[in-house]
């Protein structure tokens, strides 16, 4: 279900179905912690909200997960964290991140999960881990990009918990 890669920087899982993605997103959701910002990439219908509902619904959340397309933003509060839920996809141009104040969401004391952070780019706060979805046949391809320091953190610590899970 994974390859290994040289670049430590970096881990890629074959995501053979809906219930895969649902299972590395709770791998992942213990490993996020406050301040860290998660771009997740990929095209209409890749996996991203069913990742991120997975991800909050791991951390505790019961309630419904719905892609924040039109409202930009969904809010939850997990055992006193904010997870601030983007969908970046109707903006235009990146200038409306700052338009719509979103810059104030993305603090130290809340987890950012963003869709279609390109369509922010410049803008928004670098990313700490990058997902990237992909279509592959009738399953998905998942690539994991650790951004910054607490990301590498972040994916050693995803890769060995995978790793032991998987042997």
């Known amino acids: 279900m994974h390859s290994p890669d040289d670049n430590q920087s970096v881990f890629r899982l074959h ?45 505790g959340h019961s309630g419904p997960v719905k892609s924040p397309t039109y409202a930009l933003v969904e809010i ?33 004391d809340a987890v950012c999960l963003v869709e279609w952070p390109e369509n922010a780019a410049g803008y928004m706060p670098a990313a700490d881990l990058l997902l990237r979805l992909r279509f592959a046949l009738q399953a998905r391809e998942l690539e994991i990009v650790a951004c910054s320091e607490e990301g590498r953190e972040c994916l050693k610590a995803l890769r060995n918990g995978w790793s032991r899970a998987a042997g």
């Open 76 to 108: 939850y509060v997990i055992s006193r964290i904010y997870f601030y839920h983007f969908d970046f996809y109707r903006f235009n141009f990146p200038e409306e991140f700052l338009d719509a104040g979103l810059g104030e969401y993305f603090r130290d």
């Open 15 to 59: 995501l053979q179905d809906a219930k895969a993605t649902v299972r590395v997103g709770g791998a992942l959701a213990p490993l996020l912690t406050p301040g860290m910002v998660v771009a997740l990439d990929g095209d209409l219908g890749a996996g991203k909200t069913t990742l991120v509902r997975a991800l909050l619904r791991s951390c």
